[in-house]
C-alpha cells in the first residue's frame, strides 16, 4: 500500500527558499507537486516521469522551482526559489500520475499536503 508524506513547509519572506521533500512507502510512478491556494482549485505545478526523468513545470513557477526525486532513497523534492506571495499554497505530493501536467486525469496517490506561506 502506497502512503506518500511530505515535510518541509514553513513561512519564508518574499525571494526566499524552500525546499520540500516526500517520502513514499511503495513504488510510485510519475510523480506530482500540486498546490492549493486559499479560495482556489487545485493545480499541478511540477511533474517529472518515471519513463524518461522528464520534467514538467507550470509557466508561473519556470526558472524558480525545480523538482527532483531520488529513486534509491524513494523520495520526490521540490526546490522553490524566489518565492512570492502568490506561491503561498499548500502544497500535496501525488503519484500515479498521468504523464506530464496533464490534469484531465487525477492521480491515484496523495499525501496530505503542507503548507507553505510566502509573505512580502
Known amino acids: 500500500q502506497v502512503q506518500l508524506v511530505e515535510t518541509g513547509g514553513g513561512s519564508v519572506q518574499a525571494g526566499g527558499s524552500l525546499r520540500l521533500s516526500c517520502a513514499a512507502s511503495?513504488?510510485?510512478?510519475?510523480m506530482r507537486w500540486y498546490r492549493q491556494a486559499q479560495g482556489k482549485q487545485r493545480e499541478p505545478v511540477a511533474a517529472?516521469?518515471?519513463?524518461?526523468?522528464?520534467?514538467f513545470y507550470t509557466d508561473s513557477v519556470k526558472g524558480r522551482f525545480t523538482i527532483s526525486q531520488d529513486a534509491a532513497k524513494n523520495t520526490l523534492s521540490l526546490q522553490m526559489n524566489s518565492l512570492n506571495p502568490e506561491d503561498t499554497a499548500k502544497y500535496y505530493c501525488a503519484g500515479n500520475c498521468p504523464y506530464g501536467l496533464d490534469d484531465r486525469y487525477r492521480c491515484t496517490y496523495w499525501g496530505r499536503g503542507t503548507q507553505v506561506t510566502v509573505s512580502s
Open positions: 517529472i516521469a518515471t519513463v524518461d526523468g522528464s520534467t
Open positions: 511503495g513504488n510510485v510512478m510519475n
